[in-house]
């Protein structure tokens, strides 16, 4: 009966301490979202496309919508948060109007707030005139499709564990020490009696 009245006191005393210390998990029970920064902008000029919520590195394709419109902007993963940041260069003959951002993954279909295009284009605002024949040319020109990218965030080539997996692990194996303590020490005692 004593043996009994241990074990049972000793599941007890595992199951109060570990549900003491445990963190819940949550999974991401918030629907995916795109945030977008600004909301007006000139043919040509830079827009930042924030995904928010989305799987851990789920594949997402991004498109620019409008009414006559839909330009292709390529795929992007998602970080181990859900979270992509994509920096969009808008094509520079784009018309005006209002567009979206569409993002299309294996479960969803998001479309951003809307964006206003007007105005003129960034390029012609850039370029003042012809170049004269006596200006050196610095370097080569690079050419890029519309809506890719100049500048795209680095991606770490190794994801790294979020801190709540680390404590979980931690006070995973101190459950199992404090357990594997107590049992010894309630055999040994059994043992003597």
Excluded at 31 to 51: F, H, K, T, Y
Aim: contains cysteine.
């Amino acid at each position: 009966m004593r043996k009994i009245t241990f074990v049972s006191l000793l599941c007890i005393f595992v199951f109060l301490f570990a549900s003491w210390f445990t963190q819940p998990v949550l999974a991401h029970g918030n629907e995916p979202r795109l945030e977008i920064s600004p909301g007006r902008v000139n043919p040509g000029g830079v827009i930042d496309v924030r995904g928010v919520d989305f799987e851990f590195e789920e594949v997402v394709a991004l498109a620019l919508i409008g009414s006559e419109v839909e330009v292709p902007l390529g795929e992007i993963t998602a970080d181990t948060e859900g979270i992509f940041l994509q920096i969009i260069t808008l094509p520079a003959d784009l018309p005006e109007g209002t567009y979206h951002f569409r993002a299309v993954t294996d479960d969803h279909e998001i479309v951003s707030p809307e964006i206003l295009v007007q105005g003129s284009s960034v390029m012609n605002e850039a370029v003042e005139g012809q170049r004269d024949e006596g200006e050196p040319l610095l370097a080569p020109m690079p050419t890029f499709a519309p809506g890719v990218s100049l500048t795209q965030p680095a991606q770490s080539a190794s994801p790294t564990k979020p801190a709540s997996t680390h404590n979980q692990n931690v006070m995973t194996i101190s459950v199992l020490v404090v357990t594997g303590i107590f049992m010894l020490f309630g055999f040994r005692r059994m043992k003597k009696q």
